[in-house]
């Protein structure tokens, strides 16, 4: 009987606020060293923390996000550990005591896997602050530390092992930064480390008590994550059927050697000695304002998508792609207002635009395109003004040059050739030159017009309308009208 | 100039510009510093300089007759656990002693807006653990009522200067008794406020849940007005309570007839020297006479409240005392090649045997496994303690009690043992439990030692304590008592 894999993961989420968790020191990123930094963030004698309500707004929505109990009254601890980078020697955080309770726990998030849906338990939502950072210059013995993230607001979720695979992981990894984007809680980029994951991964047998742990850390992308995960639960599948024990322990990812590895401190039994943060006093959230929250939250991935496949009548997959980041669904529904036709935008956004993006690694937000633009260029097709080949080019001088579809075709001269007295000339010209498919067309062999209709275009640079085209080469070698 | 010496400020006020200059009463101040410091050693710091031109400038806009604040011109001292802006601020601990903030405390910011002049930092218990001023890690400040007696301590240094001369008042800090029991020792008045009425930004924290700001005075009045300076909310501290700050001058004369004063019963048993006990109780008929009703009542909990404090305050400390680890500030061990030297040499050279008792109670209470047994169980008394209090607010409008269960004791009787110390504060750890105000104001002597009478009132209610001192010291003429080295 095989192993069960059981993964529950650690993440942390920097918020998308101005200012610190609890100083009004600048948050933005890439400052030179020590210039975002006050008594506060700095842990200098005498000095005091302050809420940031604004960072309390932002939990609040990502505990209503994730479908979590948010608790009225939550109180902040201090986790008590020393470390260079953590000026007071303390961090500012929240601990799970029955009686102080963290901002919310108890939520969830739903996963797909091939096509099984999966619950995912959340256990609980909580903001700290950041630390500083060290720097160690590559030469010398000094190391140097710069306090401008110190103090930075940061949410931590915590989720059950619930987690069965590692690309349970990482779909959990996609779904929770998706959900975290649209409630405009933060970046959520692995990359950037606005979102970290720390995973504690076990085996088991079936039916077993969970197995020894470890905890994988050092992992800087929802990619390496999967990947880190993959490594170590071989890694335990090993040593298990090897007959061998887990030992408990922190291990690192080396992303270039695809390997973990246990860190070099040995592990000493850590206490924080967690107590309330006297110096603040207890969040109390009013039914008020978690009602007014949730007001201003929008529509989440899931009910959007499956609005858009109701209300648009486009597929599952489709949907599921145009709702992937809050800015493409806002794009696609801005589009579909500007001209009512769901199915040929979304063709053109999950097909040639997702491409280009693709190709240029950028997001939607970033492209000169407009969603008027799209619409204006659907229409085109669809009035007949230019041709469906001809709209691909349109699409790429419009996402290069920000200019309307209509003046490009306007200035390029790409209108459609619809009159049927010009192309006549080009298909006597086209029968005149290719008596090979001509006979071949009129013995019967069909198919061969495909070829004709094709020289046709290539003549008008494919500018000629292709069912006018179509029909009048049917009518002159005598065929009957199509269909 | 030195009959200005002395005397309490709200009786100089009506004469400054006048009869003379806030630079004269300034330099008077600093004058008797220079003639009485070394004998008292009150001072840290002295900031002389600072002081003369500030003064200089509050004489500019005399002399420009520009309305004044309330306190122009009043000689201050500031205890070094205060952040001062420029001025070096050691906690009276050698960790700290090169260490120079950034920013004012916002309690000093208002007092400086008021239109005091900061004459400089005083002594005091390393990081405020201490009853007699003898843990500072630099020197022990002296009893100006007697020089080889304890000034009492924390706030040791405030309340000598203040005895001596050598500051008009003074600004101390109160954890477990740090303002009231020097106060009491020194023969002067010292308030703890409600804890929540004057911020705590900028006091370096001993306890955050028990330490409060405060005035210490010549008298109730000059008292009152400092307090009204310093209160009200603060933005910076969110334990400041967002309350009016009532007008605690203007209802100091109103009176006690009426007035409902408990007497609570266990403050009065072993352990209380007679003497203390004597001039105590003679204050208390003082009120009656006056037309308060007296009763006795009960705080069954004060044998619980030593052990709580000493279990909440050392485990705070221990968190609050982590960030001296030589990194970013302060001093730093030389010769530490690696990290954990770093801290630990640091910290083992630079705190105080007392600070080091503490911050290793306290580690011990939060420790996992320990932490159910005494911190938790600890904030489960104080809600106790709080109670009993409440009850007794119930019957009656103030408490009367010792401030120190005796009038004072020699440098060197008490620091072998440390139990014997920490009973210093037996009186006032209770009222830092329950957050209230409370004052000590003289009310007699012993053996040529003063003795403090301390009133506790309800949460936010300083104007009743301070209506009841003032209705007691107009009753009386302790207060106008000098100590022999300053009359000398």
């Known amino acids: 009987m095989d192993y069960e894999i059981v993964i529950g993961l650690e993440i942390h989420v920097q918020l998308l606020t101005q200012s610190k968790m609890f100083c009004g020191c600048s948050t933005r990123f890439g400052a030179p060293p020590n210039t975002q930094t006050c008594p506060v963030c700095l842990g200098l004698p005498g000095s005091l923390p302050v809420i940031n309500r604004r960072a309390v707004e932002l939990g609040l929505r990502a505990a209503l996000a994730l479908n979590c109990t948010v608790h009225p009254t939550s109180q902040f601890h201090r986790k008590n550990y020393y470390y260079p980078d953590l000026p007071k020697n303390y961090q500012i955080s929240q601990y799970q005591y029955l009686e102080h309770p963290p901002l919310a726990t108890d939520g969830y998030l739903d996963i797909e896997v091939d096509g099984q849906r999966r619950r995912v338990r959340i256990r609980r939502v909580h903001l700290e602050e950041d630390t500083g950072r060290l720097v160690h210059p590559p030469e010398g013995a000094v190391s140097w530390v710069d306090y401008n993230r110190s103090g930075v607001p940061l949410m931590e979720i915590v989720t059950y092992p619930d987690l069965r695979s590692p690309l349970e992981a990482r779909a959990f990894l996609l779904k929770l930064r998706q959900v975290l984007q649209y409630a405009e809680v933060s970046t959520g980029r692995m990359e950037e ?38 490594y170590e639960v071989a890694r335990q599948r090993e040593v298990l059927e090897r007959g061998g024990a887990v030992v408990q322990e922190t291990r690192h990812w080396d992303e270039r050697r695809g390997i973990t590895f246990a860190s070099r401190s040995k592990e000493e039994a850590e206490d924080y000695r967690y107590f309330p943060e006297p110096d603040l006093v207890p969040v109390e959230v009013t039914p008020e304002w978690l009602e007014e929250v949730r007001r201003t939250l929008p529509e989440l991935p899931d009910a959007r998508r499956d609005r858009i496949m109701a209300q648009y009548g486009l597929g599952r997959y489709d949907a599921e792609l145009l709702v992937q980041t809050r800015a493409t669904a806002d794009f696609f529904e801005a589009a579909v207002a500007a001209h009512p036709s769901p199915k040929a935008i979304a063709n053109w956004m999950v097909g040639d635009l997702a491409a280009y993006l693709n190709e240029h690694n950028l997001e939607i937000e970033q492209l000169r395109i407009t969603p008027g633009q799209l619409a204006e260029l659907v229409r085109l097709v669809e009035d007949g003004t230019i041709s469906g080949r001809i ?13 309307s579809p209509r003046r490009i075709v306007d200035r390029r001269g790409w209108v459609q050739i619809a009159d049927e007295g010009a192309l006549r000339e080009t298909v006597e010209a086209v029968i005149r030159d290719h008596p090979e498919p001509v006979r071949d067309v009129q013995a019967g062999k069909e198919k ?9 275009m290539r003549r008008t640079q494919g500018r000629a309308n292709p069912a006018l085209v179509q029909r009048l080469l049917r009518e002159r070698l005598g065929l009957p009208p199509q269909g | ?25 300034v330099d008077a101040y600093l004058e008797n510093i220079e003639r009485l410091d070394g004998q008292v050693r009150a001072y840290l710091t002295v900031t002389a300089d600072r002081a003369r031109a500030q003064a200089q400038e509050l004489d500019d806009r005399l002399a420009r007759r520009e309305p004044l604040p309330p306190l122009a011109g009043m000689p201050v001292a500031v205890k070094d656990n205060l952040c001062t802006r420029g001025v070096r601020t050691t906690c009276g601990s050698r960790i700290l002693e090169p260490f120079v903030p950034p920013y004012d405390a916002t309690a000093v910011q208002r007092l400086r807006e008021a239109g005091a002049v900061l004459l400089g930092k005083t002594n005091l218990d390393e990081f405020a653990m201490g009853s007699s001023t003898e843990n500072s890690g630099f020197f022990s400040t002296r009893n100006p009522w007697r020089l080889d007696h304890v000034p009492g301590g924390s706030s040791g240094g405030s309340a000598a200067a203040v005895a001596a001369g050598e500051a008009l008042a003074a600004l ?26 004057v911020s705590r930004y900028g006091l370096v924290a001993f306890a955050s849940s028990l330490d409060q700001i405060g005035p210490l005075s010549l008298d109730v009045r000059d008292c009152a007005l400092v307090l009204q300076a310093i209160s009200g909310h603060d933005p910076h501290d969110s334990t400041s309570v967002d309350l009016p700050v009532p007008d605690v001058v203007a209802s100091l004369e109103a009176g006690v007839r009426g007035l409902r004063v408990g007497v609570p019963v266990e403050f009065f048993g072993e352990g209380l020297h007679p003497g203390v006990r004597q001039a105590v109780l003679e204050a208390v008929r003082v009120l009656e006479g006056l037309g308060a009703r007296v009763e006795e009542v009960a705080l069954p909990t004060l044998e619980y ?20 680890d030589g990194v970013a500030y302060g001093y730093r061990s030389p010769g530490a090649h690696d990290l954990y030297t770093l801290y630990a040499r640091t910290r083992a050279e630079g705190f105080g045997p007392e600070v080091k008792r503490r911050i290793m109670l306290g580690t011990f209470a939060l420790s996992e496994g320990y932490y159910e047994g005494f911190y938790k169980k600890a904030q489960q008394v104080r809600t106790l303690v709080r109670r009993d209090f409440d009850r007794c607010f119930q019957r009656v409008d103030v408490l009367a009690t010792p401030t120190s269960p005796v009038a004072g004791f020699r440098l060197g009787e008490r620091t072998a043992d440390p139990l014997q110390m920490y009973l210093a504060d037996v009186y006032t750890i209770p009222v830092n439990l329950a957050g209230l105000p409370g004052i000590s104001v003289p009310c007699g002597f012993v053996d040529g030692l003063p003795v403090g009478l301390q009133l506790v009132g309800r949460p936010f209610e300083e104007a009743t304590v301070l209506r009841v001192a003032y209705a007691y010291e107009q009753a009386t003429e302790w207060h106008r008592h000098r100590c022999p080295l300053l009359r000398g």
């Open chain 1, 193 to 230: 480390g606005t979102l970290r994951c720390d995973a504690n991964v076990s085996l088991r047998r079936p039916g077993e008590p969970l197995g020894i742990r470890t905890e994988v850390k050092n992992m800087n992308s929802i990619r390496s994550v999967e990947r880190a995960l993959a």
């Open chain 1, 391 to 403: 709209a691909k080019d349109v699409l790429v001088e419009v996402l290069e040059t920000g200019d």
């Open chain 1, 448 to 456: 061969a017009i495909a070829f004709l209709v094709g020289q046709v």
């Open chain 2, 1 to 25: 100039m030195k009959e200005l010496v002395g005397r309490p400020y709200h009786e100089l006020r009506p004469r400054l510009g006048k009869d003379f200059s806030v630079r004269e009463l």
């Open chain 2, 172 to 197: 101390g800090s109160d954890t477990g008794g740090s303002i009231r029991q020097p106060a009491s020792l020194c023969g002067v008045v010292g308030l703890k406020p409600t804890y929540g009425r």
């Open chain 2, 305 to 324: 409240a030593l052990p709580t404090y000493y279990l909440i305050a050392c485990a705070e400390a221990s968190s609050n005392l982590a960030r001296y």
